[in-house]
């Protein structure tokens, strides 16, 4: 009986094993017939326009119709579900269809990217579709050579493609198209509008990027601005040959007029103009007004200019007796150069080279000039 048992439990549970596997297939079919007729709905969806700039406002419009799979007619009032991945916003992730069977979202990014957007139904499969979010940035300037000024921009993705780009600076203008990754402009620093120290006003360095339908502006500004140098002061000792003259000491002074120029990213290069320096030689009683006049005169000094900097001087040049300047038994030069240099270890050097001395027995050039070198920094 044992055995008979043994073998019945033994047919019992292959039974069972066949029963399990036969409503699973039954099950199965079911479940399949029931999800075809459960999907009764097709969506189909849109973005216009389809690429955006990632700036948080310009808005993307998501449209999905619902039609019937059937007769394609749109279906009013049905629920439409909304997803998307990777970046952005969307205005909402729910909307019931209008009397045309669509309903509407639309789709906003603050980061550049691709956005994979869904849409689907209770009673449809979901449609998708990607949405390319852009963003264009000025990255530097570069003015190692001031007269062609790069301006570095880049756009992100860098697979997307900007159809023209319209780069305004002052005393340029410039259109590029099919743009795409790492691209440049270029300007010329000279340009640039110089203003007062304490009263100025930004300049715009302007570029608009199209895409498509769609455009963003990046502005740039940049200032000019005329500074003075706190005015430099050495004494020097002029040795003539002369009775009665002898050793003399005048004061000898440097000052400086230079353009500073700044960016609102950031920049390297060669952003201070150098143009007028003003050299002065005070001799007190030694001053001479008219040629019949002891002492000395505007044409008696004379006066070399240089700069030096980080990576050399430039050549000394003569200056000029700078006419106008009236403060008493003072005599002036200056000199204009108009050149260009790096902020770093920058400095105007001036040096006494001669000096006549009128008296009644003649004139008398100074045997030797001690401390004849001021120098006058400028940025440092």
């Not at 029963?19 to 699973?24: D, S």
């Not at 007729?37 to 690429?51: D, F, H, N």
């Not at 304490?198 to 769609?214: D, F, R």
């Not at 008219?290 to 070399?304: F, K, Q, R, V």
Request: charged share 15%; glycine share 8%.
């Amino acid at each position: 009986m044992g055995t008979i048992c043994a073998r019945k439990g033994k047919y019992c549970k292959v039974k069972f094993k066949l029963l399990q596997t036969l409503f699973i297939i039954v099950g199965t079919y079911f479940l399949l017939s029931f999800n075809s007729a459960y999907t009764c709905e097709v969506v189909t969806i849109s973005a216009t326009p389809g690429v955006i700039p990632a700036n948080g406002t310009t808005a993307s419009t998501i449209e999905v119709s619902v039609t019937d799979i059937e007769t394609g007619d749109p279906k009013a009032g049905v629920y439409v579900y909304f997803r998307n991945y990777y970046c952005g916003t969307l205005s909402s992730y729910c909307a019931i269809t209008d009397s045309a069977g669509r309903a509407t979202v639309f789709f906003t990014s603050l980061r550049a990217c691709y956005s994979d957007i869904s849409a689907t139904t209770a009673g449809s499969n979901s449609d998708w579709l990607s949405v390319g979010c852009y963003k264009v940035e000025a990255d530097n300037i570069n003015a190692t050579d001031p007269e062609n000024t790069i301006v570095n921009y880049h756009l992100e993705p860098s697979d997307i493609v900007i159809t023209s780009a319209n780069f305004n600076a002052p005393g340029e203008s410039e259109t590029k198209s099919n743009l795409s990754g790492n691209f440049y402009f270029t300007f010329d620093q000279n340009d640039l509008d110089w203003d007062y120290e304490g009263n100025v006003t930004p300049q715009i360095i302007q570029l608009i990027c199209n895409v498509g339908a769609t455009s963003q502006t990046v502005t740039i500004n940049a200032t000019r601005v005329r500074k003075v140098t706190t005015q430099a002061q050495e004494v020097i000792y002029a040795f003539f040959l002369g009775q009665g003259l002898g050793n003399r000491i005048y004061t000898h002074k440097l000052q400086e007029i230079y353009h500073k120029i700044s960016y609102s990213i950031p920049y390297s290069g060669k952003t201070v103009w150098v143009g007028v320096s003003m050299a002065a030689l005070y001799v007190n009683g030694d001053y001479r007004e008219s040629p019949y006049d002891n002492g000395i005169g505007d044409a008696d000094w004379a006066e070399l200019h240089k700069y030096i900097y980080s990576g050399g001087s430039t050549t000394a040049i003569g200056m000029n007796i700078a006419i106008g300047l009236g403060v008493p038994s003072t005599l002036y030069k200056d000199c204009s150069s108009n050149c260009w240099f790096e902020e770093n270890n920058l400095k105007g050097i001036a040096t006494t080279t001669a000096l006549l001395y009128y008296y009644e027995g003649g004139v008398i050039p100074a045997a030797t000039i001690q401390n004849a070198e001021i120098d006058c920094n400028i940025y440092y």
